[in-house]
């Protein structure tokens, strides 16, 4: 790696290792994103596999939070960004040669491109679309398994660097 980014990965990982605060709070950033993000992309999958085998109604109703709840995963997916970049910096080498940390990594990118899908589909179904709501209703329970999964590689991680 470049001397300066060496440098600076140091310097972040002496800050991080010496400051129970800073520890903490960046754990509760990923956490949080987590818990904020993710329980509404679950609580919103689960609603679209429930609208998917009701009325017109229901259709309607959940598409109208799609557009809000899209918004509250795409915060608490920045705030995972963020802090997880920030955890993996503070120990830059064994991420970096970890399988585990790279199939996260995976998980995270097919989990996003899910994620786009999942709203293009809503945006389809909003205006009429009857197809988008099959590409809904497959996204819904692929983004619930990929939230689980991705958590799970998650929760692995420090026990398998």
């Given at each position: ?39 509404c992309a679950i609580a919103a999958d689960r609603a679209a596999l429930v609208a ?48 585990a940390f790279w199939i996260k990594m995976a998980f995270v990118v097919a989990l ?8 293009r589909a809503g945006e389809g179904a909003s205006r009429g679309d009857a197809g ?30």
């Amino acid at each position: 790696m470049a001397p300066f980014f060496t440098s600076l990965t140091d310097n972040w990982a002496s800050v991080y290792a010496g400051s129970p605060l800073i520890r903490t709070t960046v754990s509760f950033a990923h956490v949080a994103g987590l818990v904020g993000g993710g329980g509404c992309a679950i609580a919103a999958d689960r609603a679209a596999l429930v609208a998917w085998r009701s009325g017109a109604e229901e259709r309607a109703r959940h598409l109208r939070s799609l557009l809000w709840t899209h918004r509250v995963v795409l915060i608490g997916l920045a705030a995972v960004v963020v802090s997880g970049v920030l955890l993996a910096l503070a120990d830059l080498d064994a991420y970096w040669a970890s399988r585990a940390f790279w199939i996260k990594m995976a998980f995270v990118v097919a989990l996003g491109a899910n994620g786009a899908v999942l709203a293009r589909a809503g945006e389809g179904a909003s205006r009429g679309d009857a197809g988008s709501w099959q590409t809904l209703r497959l996204t819904s329970i692929l983004s619930l398994a990929l939230w689980f999964i991705t958590t799970f590689v998650g929760a692995a991680l420090p026990n398998v660097l």
